[in-house]
């Protein structure tokens, strides 16, 4: 793969067996200066800072995020002073108000936020969450034709509704007043209703754009708050408190995978804290489930223990399970939902491997993933449309490129799909694009993932138009994949130390990366094949020096194979992970990337 002129390729790997080029993270030596003298860092912490793209002003609030100095101005977000009448409005006239949400995390994470704030003032909210299979994804006529049916005078949508004009204005024809919260891409002109609230909005000045809707609606809160207050809806009681639900703002931003800076940051980090008291009932119960114990919450605890289950409800189950588990108050209530999501996890499990391993056999017996385009698309009959997200993440890493994953209906001859993209390429306007082109039945997205509904003879069609729409970003994307090095260690300095400095940078996510180190002159030792096609070993320096190291879903890859044959004189880049099983207090090292300088 061509570097596309950049940087030298860092401890010379030009192409590693993964097919990528290494490079050092670039950072400006004057703003490395300046950070370690204003902030007194070591040097690699210092450096990893500025790579980062945090200016020397920018240092202390980012090492150390407060609300009071990134928290946005609400009114600074277009509709959002509209949207918190709406709804005081409402509330003050005794009218009858629910919420609908997207049945994914983020989406169960905004009405739990939205149900909490009313509960406060008394009132309660009821949520209304599409079913994947039979509704899809967000509002329809049919959905708000219920709600009306049911009473509702006022629909707050969140995690969705941005782009649902045509439901949005069907509601409007039967007399059903609706307030949008979303953050997806959408259409120039908005949803005709009282409010569309979106940061990604065309026109919206609030530059908030990497929030999830879970922190818009954090955002919404404060806004209600000055709205009530302004009213002197506080006048002998307490006003909420919003910060003690900042876990739920947290849980949004980290499993949409949003970009973890400025205020979108602070949410996340102080979110962190407030979830490590496991004070919300449903969490707590989640965790138990899982078989966790409670302890300081990481990004790890809301991104792989408790948002694939909370995540298992609506692909698998019943679409508001995860919504009503982060409502909940009850702790018998909210432990009888974890179970049932934790079952459900395990049953997900099991499909996603299915669909998965069909998956590549299916692309690489064609060899449809090495052929130059620019996006695979890969159909299924049958394939449960609530894992093929999933899916595509799954070979997304695997292949290096956007990956489309489509269950198709044998009996209606329709074909639901999500995709994950690559750095670098738009998938969600590319989606939209084809949507607008009549390609699709309905689609749309962001651009790291998009969801579609297609007919099944069209999905030629459609493979065809988003290699096309996408070819033109391809070569940038490849450039851009590149495994950027934070610092160049050895085996005997990869210490609980080295982990709990870097750790400052925390939490990580997409505009965050997790530090990566790289090791060179290595041996491999003690190398295990484990279940799910993982591979465990012991990387072994020059010193005699080692540290145990994991590398996941690799086992038929290049990759794994080179650690499984337990060659030396290796290359590795990796991310360094706290080892406190058992009690111990050390490290390993989770492998991006193998290189042998020999193959160079």
């Not at 590693?16 to 070591?42: F, K, N, T, Y």
């Not at 202390?60 to 995020?65: H, Q, T, V, W, Y």
């Not at 205020?263 to 989640?286: E, K, Q």
């Not at 210490?495 to 180190?517: M, S, V, Y």
Request: glycine share 12%; charged share 20%; net charge negative.
């Amino acid at each position: 793969m061509a570097d596309g002129g950049a940087a030298p390729a860092f401890l010379g790997v030009s192409r590693s067996l993964s097919g990528r080029v290494w490079r050092q993270r670039p950072a400006d030596a004057g703003l490395i200066r300046a950070h370690m003298q204003a902030l007194d860092l070591d040097e690699p912490l210092a450096r990893a800072l500025a790579a980062r793209g945090v200016r020397a002003d920018q240092g202390a609030d980012f090492l150390s995020p407060t609300l009071k100095a990134l928290f946005p101005d609400p009114s600074s977000f277009t509709d959002m002073d509209a949207a918190a009448k709406a709804i005081v409005d409402a509330l003050q006239a005794g009218q009858s108000i629910h919420v609908f949400a997207d049945y994914d995390v983020d989406g169960a994470s905004s009405a739990a936020l939205l149900v909490r704030w009313f509960r406060a003032m008394g009132a309660e909210l009821p949520i209304y969450v599409p079913d994947r299979i039979t509704e899809g994804y967000g509002p329809s006529a049919k959905a708000f034709d219920t709600l009306k049916t049911s009473g509702a005078d006022l629909v707050v949508t969140v995690d969705c509704g941005a782009a649902a004009n045509e439901a949005v204005a069907h509601a409007a024809a039967i007399g059903l007043n609706v307030v949008v919260i979303d953050h997806h891409l959408m259409r120039e002109q908005p949803p005709a209703c009282l409010a569309v609230v979106n940061p990604n909005r065309p026109g919206c000045n609030s530059g908030q754009g990497n929030l999830a809707a879970a922190g818009v609606v954090f955002v919404l809160l404060a806004a209600l708050n000055r709205e009530a207050r302004g009213r002197g809806l506080f006048e002998g009681r307490d006003q909420p408190d919003i910060r003690q639900w900042l876990d739920l703002a947290a849980m949004g931003a980290i499993c949409d995978v949003t970009g973890l800076t400025g205020f979108n940051r602070a949410l996340t980090s102080l979110g962190l804290r407030v979830m490590s008291d496991w004070g919300n009932p449903g969490l707590l119960a989640l965790l138990e489930a899982a078989g966790s114990e409670p302890g300081p919450a990481k990004v790890n605890h809301a991104g792989f223990i408790l948002g694939p289950r909370i995540n298992a409800g609506g692909r698998i189950g019943k679409s508001d399970l995860g919504a009503r588990l982060l409502s909940t108050d009850d702790p018998a209530e909210a432990r009888a939902l974890a179970a049932e999501l934790n079952e459900l996890n395990v049953a997900r499990r099991e499909v996603e491997r299915q669909v998965t391993d069909e998956a590549i056999r299916r692309v690489e017996s064609t060899g449809a993933h090495d052929d130059g385009s620019a996006v695979v698309v890969v159909e299924g009959e049958d394939w449960h449309p609530g894992v093929v997200g999933i899916v595509a993440g799954r070979l997304r890493e695997r292949w290096r490129k956007p990956v489309i994953v489509i269950g198709v209906d044998a009996m209606n001859g329709l074909g639901k799909g999500s995709g994950r993209s690559q750095p670098g390429m738009n998938l969600g306007r590319a989606v939209q694009a084809a949507w607008e082109e009549g390609v699709l039945i309905a689609g749309g997205g962001h651009a790291m993932a998009a969801g579609l509904t297609v007919r099944a003879d069209g999905i030629t069609r459609l493979r065809d138009f988003l290699n096309d729409r996408l070819s033109g970003e391809q070569a940038h994307a490849e450039a851009m994949d590149a495994v950027e090095i934070d610092a160049l260690i050895e085996p005997r300095a990869a210490t609980r130390a080295l982990f709990d400095q870097f750790e400052a940078l925390a939490p990580f996510g997409p505009a965050n990366p997790e530090p990566l180190f790289a090791m060179e002159h290595v041996g491999v030792r003690e190398p295990v094949a484990m279940n799910g096609g993982h591979v465990r070993c012991r990387l072994v320096g020059a010193d005699g020096a080692s540290v145990k190291a994991i590398m996941w879903r690799c086992a038929d890859l290049p990759t794994g194979q080179m650690l499984l044959s337990g060659q030396g004189g290796l290359s590795v880049a990796g991310r360094l992970k706290a080892d406190d099983w058992n009690g111990r207090h050390g490290v390993q090292l989770e492998l991006e990337d193998v290189a042998d300088p020999r193959m160079a």
